[in-house]
């Protein structure tokens, strides 16, 4: 069981706070006020006026209106005493009545008003503040097209018997179930009451009481502040099992076995993870395991993290997936970007982290394979941007939606710099940097400007020669990978190229020695053939391997890639079953690219999409539609 934060609460504040202010109010881990920045474009929120300190949020979940309606309550820290107006940032959402508090304490209706929509930021609330106002209580709903929310019909989910709910807030997305000051620059705690049916279970990144009764009204509170992308939902038939000391799974009924089993080294993961990069400062870590809708892999909420079931493989063949979502422990929940155009220090640092986590806990081969797997999708993700900043560290992301960002730039050339990093100064010296980093900026945001000034001072000028700042600016803004990148490779991968050319040399594909393949071998194995291969090539190894019979989504998405790439028809009922299947866009986009680039392949991935959008998260339908909405090339004649 989770233990209660009242005392600590009551013990906070004097004795003139009432327990209903004590349980609004934040806890003691309050970051001091950042220094000043340039505001966040992505963002109305007048942070140089207000930070928001504490969120408390009372919240009823209507499955058949699809919304949830209540009240959010922002506790409010005034950086500029003359400040009258309150900006926060919404998206679609129904205010119905905004109240502030004065200097008295009293709640009293606040005048309010809601600017014209953005189609990419949403509309600004502005509310008046009597004087020396630092509270205000907004009662609203959200409306059932909220970009955070998916509502799913029991039809959607993995045991198809009740419907399910969950959100998904970044990059901006916050803002469309919570009106909030919606910026990684602003860090809060929060404490929630969440009403459901009573059948069902709710589940937030905070602290909860694992043997809570089943009633339909379950309570929250995170006590460390984060940024309002790393608060989260979920509502469904859910079950939990301990996966260790500190770790468990939650899952529907018909999973929660399976999943215990796949995510069994999470505490080993974890207890690495400590040992070179410092204390895991979150108290437990647990996971939860979504219908296959989820647009992401995974999610990084603190506490729970969000995580795609395609995952579950029954051989740990991808848990690294666990390993990146727990590294953000470290990188992106401690340690956060404080714009969008700082991606790259949440994921960058976190796809670094996760690669020792999988040398540490598997070997060094298996690291290994992870970082040429994800070299392999940088090199191809850099050869398909069109924009020259987009292939750098550091983007301009103003005035284009922040999800723009999330490609495997900042994730896999961010981890290649740190890797460059490494390998120049030893590891145990950039260990120790990192674990630093960690440390002293801890519950914070931060900028690339910040890191270069912790990288001038703690290693390039106390390790002279060793790298300069033009190799380091090199990394950050050159469109081209530096000429001195070190690309991984792996000694698993050496034997899979080496079949891969016996096979196109002509050596029958029942004679590749491929008994012992793992998943990553496989995927290796499909990610580097040639663009262009016969019907007669195709048909030789979908016979020989039963690609298109593949129920591991990770490997039918390698495999019905290369279909479409070829146009190879007799796949397209197995492409139609996995496209309608699964929701996560890494293993949909993909296909759907390589299908819209001819205009018979654009009409079956438009037919394909108009059966399967329903059961597609509203970011991962923004995603394809992007695609499909793109002109075909003309048919070669």
């Known amino acids: ?160 018997k009740r419907p399910f709910l969950f959100t998904q807030s970044q990059a901006i997305h916050a803002r469309s179930w919570i009106p909030l000051q919606d910026t990684p620059q602003v860090r809060a705690t929060y404490a929630a009451r969440i009403r459901t049916p009573q059948d069902l279970v ?23 502040p984060i940024p309002s992308y790393l608060i989260a939902l979920a509502v469904g038939d859910l079950r939990f099992r301990a996966t260790g000391p500190r770790t468990g799974v939650f899952a529907e009924p018909s999973m929660v076995e399976r999943a215990a089993r796949e995510f069994a080294d999470t505490e080993a993961m974890i207890e690495r993870c400590e040992a070179i990069f410092g204390p895991y400062r979150w108290g437990r870590y647990d996971l939860l395991v979504l219908p296959p809708s989820f647009p992401y892999g995974g999610m990084e909420n603190p506490r729970l993290t969000f995580a795609t079931p395609t995952i579950i493989t029954g051989d740990k063949a991808l848990v690294s997936l666990v390993a990146h979502e727990l590294a953000h422990s470290w990188s992106g929940n401690l340690v956060t970007n404080a714009s969008w155009n700082d991606f790259w220090l949440n994921e960058g640092f976190t796809n670094h982290l996760t690669y020792r986590i999988m040398e540490e806990v598997y070997g060094a081969d298996r690291g290994a394979q992870e970082r040429a797997l994800g070299a392999s999708d940088l090199r191809e993700t850099l050869a398909r941007l069109e924009r020259d900043g987009d292939k750098t560290l550091m983007p301009d992301l103003a005035g284009r939606d922040p999800d723009d960002g999330v490609t495997d730039v900042p994730y896999e050339r961010g981890a290649l710099f740190l890797a ?129 019979e593949s129920r591991n989504a990770v490997l039918a998405a390698r495999w019905l890639r290369v279909t479409a790439q070829n146009a190879y028809a007799p796949a397209y009922p197995a492409m139609q079953r996995h496209l309608t299947s699964v929701g996560r866009m890494s293993l949909i986009t993909p296909i759907y690219r390589e299908l819209a680039k001819t205009p018979a392949g654009l009409e079956t991935a438009r037919r394909i999409y108009r059966e399967a959008r329903a059961g597609y998260h509203p970011i991962a339908r923004d995603a394809v539609e992007q695609i499909l909405d793109q002109p075909a090339a003309p048919a070669k004649s």
């Open 1 to 160: 069981m989770v233990r209660s934060l009242l005392p600590v609460l009551l013990a906070l504040f004097t004795a003139a706070c009432t327990p209903a202010d004590a349980l609004r109010r934040p806890t003691a881990i309050l970051t001091a006020p950042a220094a000043a920045r340039a505001p966040d474009p992505h963002s109305y929120a007048n942070t140089d006026a207000f930070r928001t300190r504490h969120i408390a949020l009372d919240l009823s979940v209507d499955f058949a209106s699809k919304t949830l309606s209540g009240s959010a309550e922002l506790q409010l820290q005034r950086l500029d005493r003359r400040a009258a107006t309150l900006i926060l940032d919404t998206r679609d959402l129904d205010i119905r009545a905004v109240q502030a508090a004065g200097a008295d304490g009293r709640y009293a209706p606040a005048s309010f008003t809601l600017d014209a929509p953005d189609a990419v930021l949403g509309s600004a609330l502005r509310i008046a503040l009597p004087p020396g106002a630092e509270r205000v209580r907004i009662d609203y709903a959200t409306r059932p097209q909220a970009s955070a929310l998916q509502w799913l019909a029991p039809a959607q989910t993995t045991d198809k």
């Open 420 to 548: 460059y990093l490494e390998d120049r100064f030893g590891r145990a010296r950039f260990d120790a940097f990192l674990r630093g980093w960690f440390d002293r900026h801890a519950f914070q945001s931060v900028t690339t400007a910040q890191f270069l000034d912790e990288l001038d001072r703690q290693l390039l000028h106390r390790f002279p020669g060793v790298v300069s700042r033009a190799q380091v600016d090199a990394w950050l803004r050159s469109p081209e990978m530096p000429g001195d990148t070190v690309w991984p490779r792996s000694d698993a991968f050496a034997r899979v190229d080496e079949a891969r050319a016996a096979w196109l040399a002509g050596m029958p594909a029942r004679r590749l020695a491929t008994q012992d393949w793992r998943l990553r071998q496989w995927q290796y194995f499909l990610d580097n053939l040639p663009s262009s291969l016969s019907p007669r090539q195709l048909a030789e190894l979908d016979t020989t391997f039963k690609l298109s």
């Open 202 to 224: 709710a589940v937030m990144s905070a602290e909860f009481d694992l043997e809570a009764p089943r009633n339909g009204d379950y309570r929250f509170t995170m006590p460390q």
